[in-house]
């Protein structure tokens, strides 16, 4: 149980486009998800906490238009990177949160490698 | 505030050696503890946790951890490592009763497994 499926894992865009990326609770309601940005070889860096039915909480620093993140529902929150640039690439990972015993921790999703060219 | 040190950026061990991979932390209260593992581009893969009981906490893959209050630490170890063991560790902290807060991760620390 608490499965998390991220999608896509890897994706490649051009400049200026947008990429969307989903995240799904397969098994349970992820009443938070949480979204991260890893640099290469550095730790997870927090750029949202997003619960669900309301607007995404946004660390500082992490621009809230460019990283768009909906959580329309308790299975599933997209973030989309929009107008994407190279400086954007990075790995994407996403965690859930559930109610109960599922609170304790956060299972997180395979990853998102975005590479814009 | 939570934090997570991890001193270590990089531990060596020979195969079937003993391994340590290190971690202290700084919470308010008692805290929550876990480790996670992650392989090249892939996302975190949940090792272990510490929420209360024993200190002595076995996970995945014959790793374990140990819950040291007073020195606010909590390595992760394995009596023999193996080559696969080799990736990028990572220990995290929450405070109990902290809602919808996320983990606070440390920076990570990178396992080589030499044959």
């Known amino acids: 149980g608490a499965v998390v499926s991220q999608h896509p894992s890897r994706v490649i865009c051009k400049s200026g486009t947008s990429v969307k990326i989903e995240c799904r609770s397969l098994d349970f309601q992820a009443t938070t998800m949480f979204w991260y940005r890893q640099f290469p070889k550095q730790s997870l860096m927090l750029m949202a906490t997003s619960n669900e039915g309301s607007k995404a909480t946004y660390e500082q620093g992490v621009e809230k238009d460019k990283f768009l993140i909906n959580h329309a529902s308790l299975t599933l929150s997209t973030l989309t990177v929009t107008s994407a640039h190279p400086e954007d690439s990075s790995f994407y990972i996403c965690?859930?949160?559930?109610?109960?015993?599922?609170?304790?921790?956060?299972?997180f999703g395979q990853g998102t490698r975005l590479t814009v060219v | 505030a939570q934090s997570v040190a991890q001193p270590e950026d990089q531990v060596n061990v020979a195969e079937g050696n003993p391994l340590t991979v290190k971690c202290t932390y700084s919470?308010?209260?008692?805290?929550?503890l876990f480790w996670y593992v992650q392989y090249p581009n892939r996302g975190l893969q949940f090792l272990l946790k510490?929420?209360?009981?024993?200190?002595l906490v076995k996970g995945s893959y014959g790793f374990e951890a140990e819950f040291n209050k007073s020195q606010t630490s909590f390595h992760l170890k394995k009596p023999s490592a193996l080559v696969s063991d080799s990736a990028l560790y990572f220990c995290?902290?929450?405070?109990?009763?902290?809602?919808?807060?996320?983990?606070?991760f440390g920076k990570g620390t990178r396992l080589s497994v030499i044959a």
């Open positions: 995290a902290v929450r405070a109990p009763n902290s809602g919808n807060t996320p983990l606070v």
């Open positions: 919470v308010s209260g008692n805290p929550y």
């Open positions: 965690s859930a949160k559930g109610p109960g015993r599922l609170n304790t921790e956060a299972f």
């Open positions: 510490y929420i209360t009981g024993d200190n």
